[in-house]
Structure formats: C-alpha cells, structure tokens
C-alpha cells in the first residue's frame, strides 16, 4: 500500500505554541456561534420578515448539519488529510458567515447556518486530531487540551454578551462578519505553523458507510430538533428518529461486511474508550439541559433582559476556566479516572445547589453557589473526558475518534435538552395549576437539574467500576487520546435560540 507522512515524524516543535493559539482561536469561533445568534433573533425576525417556525431554523439549520456530518467529515480528515480538511472548513465556515451576513431575504440565512455547520463539522475535528498529534506526551496534551477547552469555556460564555453587544450597537448582522478576520487569519497562518498528517496508509472512504452513517445522525438531530419543538408523540418527531435507529441498524450491518469500514466496530469495542464516551453523553445530556433551563430561570423567574441574563453567566464562565486550570493537574497527579469521578460528583453536587433555589431568592444568594460549583466541575471535567474518550487511538484514526466523540456531546445535549426540558415544562404545567407561574417555573426547573445531578452519579459510577488501572500522567502510552471537540454543549444549550426568541419577542 502507499505510506504518507505521518506528523509524528517531523513536526516542528518550535511551531506548536503559535500552532495551538490559531487553532484555538477558530474553536473561539466556532463556539461563539453555537449562541451569538441567540439574542439577536428578534432584530432578525423583523429585518428580514421570518415566520415563527421558520425563525427557530435559524439555530436548528447550525445544529443539523454540525452535529450530522461531524463522523463523515472526521474520517475524510484522517483519510485526506487533517490540516486540508481543517482548512477547507474553515474556508466555507467564513464564507458562509459573509453570505448570512448579506442574507436579505430568510432562505439565504437559513442556508448560510447551515453550511456554516459543515463547516464546523470539518473544522472542529480536525483541529483537535491536530492538536493531538502536535502533542503526543500525555502532560503537554492534558495542557493543551485545558487551553483549548478554556478558550471553548470563555467563547460560549462570551457568546451571549458580544450578540446583545453587536446588535443593540451596530446590528445583528456584525455578528457573522465578525468571524471574517478569524478565518482568513487561520487560513493564512495555520499552513505555516502546522505540517499536514494523514492516517499511515491509503484507504477508500467507505461511501455506503459514509451514506448511512451521515442519515442515521442527521435523523437523529432533526428528530431530536423536533421533538424540543412539538413532543415526542409528534409524528414529525417521532418519524426521523424510527428512520434514524433503521439507518444505525443498516450502517452496522454494512460496517461488519466491509473491509475498509468508516467505523471500525473494533474501534467501539474498546472498552475504556467506550465507557468514556457513554460518560460524555450523561455529561453533555445534564450540561446542556441545566445551561438551557438556568436561562429559562434568569429571565422567567428573575425577570433579567437578555443582555443582563448573558451577564450573570460570567461567573460561569471564570468557573470553567478555574476547573479546566487545575484538570491537568489532576489528571497527572490522580489518573484520569479518578480525576473524572471526581469531576462528575462536583458537577452532581452544584446541580442539587441550583435545584434548592426557590422562587423568590436572588441571584446572589440562590444561583450563584450552585453555578460556580457547577462550572468548576464542568471546567474539571472537559479536558479529562477528551483524554479518556481518546484512549487508545493512534495516528490511523484521530480524527475519527475526535468526530465519535463530538457526535457524542451533540446527540447527548440534544437528548438532554430535548428530555430533561419536556420534564421541567410538563412539571410546571402541573404546578401551574395551584401555584403562581414562577413557583411553577422554579418548580419545574429543580426537578430536573435532580434529574441531572443523578445522570452525572450514574456516569460517575460507570466510570469508578471500570476494570483495569487509571492512567497516570507520564506513564502512558503515546498512543492515548486524540482529540475532541470539549463543547460548546456543555456550556450553551442549542436551545437558547428558541428560548430567547420567544422571550424577546414577547418585551418587543
């Protein structure tokens, strides 16, 4: 077979540095719009003539095409390439956001988000299987994994405040074009900084898997969209997530047939490596639904406008990056498995604090304990969770395993979302019944962040009965993690678009 060039072999170590700053500052952006679209729906809405159910597209159509292309495109980057596929990413996610930012009529927006989330969906695990192989030893990786999931803390918390910023300002359209300079830096710099990798010998990209793959998640997503929307009896719900599960059904069928699969079933199989990944999806489930229904809690029950709401996530924020500060430390000095237990019992422990916060208690004395616990184990959590969902993956399949695990924080955060929200509401309905509407609301909102500090026990529990040793720092295998996109999930809901939506619409 033909060999290629491996990064392992020549990359400048000189470079790595200014190496990991761009690509973390394209993480920045990528981050960013998970959410800086959110407050500004309602200037979108009347500039340039939305419907309500189309205006929710405009979150949905990011969200669809991220979190259904993100295995296919993670494969194709370790098959042609991990800084071409990157580069081209990040090519078509700027030129996407100059078209949303032009957009005049809605179609043209829809369609700029949702091209911008294939280009998300090629950037963001590239970057990652980039950083990995850049950084082999498992100390200097567990640092550069705290500096990219630290940037990733600080873009979705600044989300928020930089959309109610640009467009009470200027305009919402600053918000897209403001990832203009970032992307045509990365596109100029990162060829200078970063040599090219690819997996160690040529193969053909699975098509049917590539085909099926790409369905089943898409179904998935929109399934899971939909059901935010209307519920899970809804057969426009209910419809994509029976073709989703028919599609995984098929996919593994033809991944076991075939003898260059897109998702080598041994590659699942892996036990630690599993069992990590099924803790990111408790994790990714619980995070995103606290961060969707703590806003619902901002601006419903303490009456914040959405500027002020996106201001009292700053602690939040300064959470995440304290926690992400001390996770290298921990995973060198405990091992990564009790680093992420320990990170999980935090995280379960801030979500009971936030769900004792009654109706008339103020900011500082109800949700600021349990959001400052909450973001600390969060920011513990993140970069150890990419160290052990990696485990195992070599220079053949970094990005597929940055992409198996990407999926894997956006099909757990929509499900969160998309269960633990239904929950809240129909709680509250019931409450509603015989209370005023913010008991009802906080109400709601305690019974299912309990839902999800048990969620994160469970994962915790998961990963403590675990056989076999807890890697330590320095005594690893160089072949260990390989990269992982640490989330926007955990820190912004896909959601919060439609939430302030309706929201904002109804002060406006």
């Not at 590239?126 to 705290?146: K, N, Q, S, V, Y």
């Not at 969060?378 to 993956?393: H, I, K, M």
């Not at 019944?433 to 999800?452: D, E, I, K, N, Y």
Request: proline letters at 5%; hydrophobic letters at 55%.
């Amino acid at each position: 077979m033909k060999t290629v060039p491996t990064t392992s072999t020549y990359h400048p170590a000189g470079r790595r540095g200014p190496a990991l700053v761009v690509l973390c500052f394209v993480q920045f952006m990528l981050v960013l719009d998970d959410n800086v679209v959110s407050v500004a729906l309602p200037s979108i809405r009347d500039d340039l003539g939305f419907g309500t159910a189309g205006l929710a597209w405009v979150v949905n159509a990011y969200f669809l095409a991220f979190g259904g292309l993100l295995l296919l495109f993670g494969r194709m980057a370790d098959l042609l390439g991990r800084r071409r596929v990157f580069l081209t990413g990040v090519a078509l996610f700027g030129a996407a956001s100059l078209v949303c930012g032009l957009a005049q009529e809605p179609w043209q927006l829809v369609a700029g988000r949702f091209v911008q989330g294939a280009g998300a969906a090629m950037a963001s695990p590239a970057a990652l299987a980039l950083i990995t192989l850049l950084f082999p030893g498992t100390e200097e990786r567990a640092r550069a994994f705290g500096v990219w999931g630290g940037v990733a803390g600080l873009g979705g918390t600044a989300g928020l405040m930089i959309s109610g910023a640009l467009t009470g300002l200027a305009s919402w359209r600053w918000i897209f074009l403001i990832n203009l300079p970032v992307a045509l830096a990365a596109v100029v710099l990162l060829p200078r900084l970063a040599p090219e990798s690819r997996a160690g010998h040529a193969v053909r990209l699975d098509v049917p898997g590539a085909v099926l793959g790409t369905g089943a998640l898409v179904s998935l997503v929109y399934g899971l969209l939909r059901t935010g929307e209307s519920g899970w009896a809804d057969p426009a719900a209910f419809g994509p997530l029976t073709l989703a599960v028919l599609l995984a059904v098929a996919f593994v069928a033809v991944e076991v047939r075939t003898a260059e699969p897109l998702v080598p079933l041994s590659f699942l199989a892996f036990r630690f490596r599993a069992v990590a990944n099924g803790a990111t999806l408790l994790f990714s489930a619980a995070m995103y639904a606290m961060a969707f229904l703590l806003m619902v809690h901002l601006q419903t029950v303490l009456g914040y406008g959405p500027l002020t709401a996106g201001l009292a996530y700053l602690p939040y924020g300064a959470g995440i990056l304290t926690g992400m500060w001390l996770s290298a430390r921990a995973v060198t000095r405990l091992g990564v498995r009790p680093a992420l237990v320990l990170s999980f019992l935090i995280s379960a422990a801030g979500l009971l604090l936030l769900s004792g916060v009654a109706a008339d208690d103020a900011y500082v004395r109800g949700v600021l304990p349990g959001m400052l616990v909450t973001s600390l184990g969060c920011g513990l959590g993140l970069p150890a969770l990419t160290v052990a969902a990696l485990t195992g993956t070599t220079e053949e399949n970094a990005g597929l395993g940055s992409a198996v695990l990407s999926s894997v924080q956006q099909v757990g955060g929509a499900v969160g979302v998309a269960v633990l929200v239904a929950l809240a509401a129909r709680h509250s309905e019931v409450v509603a019944a015989h209370a005023g509407l913010r008991s009802a609301v906080t109400q709601g909102f305690s019974l299912a962040l309990t839902v999800a500090a048990a969620l994160l026990v469970l994962g915790a529990v998961l990963l403590a009965a675990l056989p076999g040793r807890s890697h330590r720092g320095g005594k690893r295998r160089s072949a260990t993690p390989q990269n992982v996109r640490p989330t926007t999930g955990t820190v912004r809901s896909h959601r919060f678009g439609r939430h302030l939506r309706r929201v904002s619409g109804r002060g406006g």
